[in-house]
């Protein structure tokens, strides 16, 4: 974060801040997808071509609030990778859920 912008934050009313910080938060799914599409060594239009995507869609998926589980799949599925997501119920429970077809659910206590 650069200095200019720091203090000008800084002058922000905190409400203000705080949408703010919670509008970064929500973008830390897009944010890793597109570490990863980078570390795989892949463009936005790699991604784009192999997904079935435009490369303005994966550029809105990897700047988005929110993001459809069947696009990051695909998106995910694309550059190789997968997507397991983890549903824990407040007593302590879990399941995995892996959206790879090979792959079983398991749950855990």
């Known amino acids: 974060m650069s200095n200019?912008?720091?203090?000008?934050?800084a002058e922000l009313p905190e409400d203000v801040r705080e949408r703010l910080d919670e509008k970064r938060r929500e973008r830390r799914l897009g944010k890793a997808l597109a570490e990863?599409?980078?570390?795989m060594?892949?463009?936005q239009q790699e991604v784009a071509a192999s997904?079935?995507?435009t490369q303005n869609t994966v550029?809105?998926?990897e700047s988005a609030d929110d993001v459809l589980l069947?696009?990051?799949v695909r998106y995910m599925h694309s550059i190789g990778g997968g997507v397991e997501i983890v549903l824990k119920t407040p007593d302590g429970q879990s399941r995995r859920?892996?959206?790879d077809p090979d792959i079983?659910?398991?749950q855990r206590a």
């Not at 200019?4 to 934050?9: G, I, N, S, V, Y």
């Open 4 to 9: 200019e912008w720091k203090a000008l934050r």
């Open 36 to 39: 990863v599409r980078k570390a």
């Open 41 to 43: 060594g892949a463009t």
């Open 51 to 53: 997904a079935g995507m």
């Open 59 to 61: 550029s809105k998926i």
């Open 70 to 72: 069947s696009s990051i």
């Open 97 to 99: 859920v892996d959206f």
């Open 104 to 106: 079983e659910t398991e």
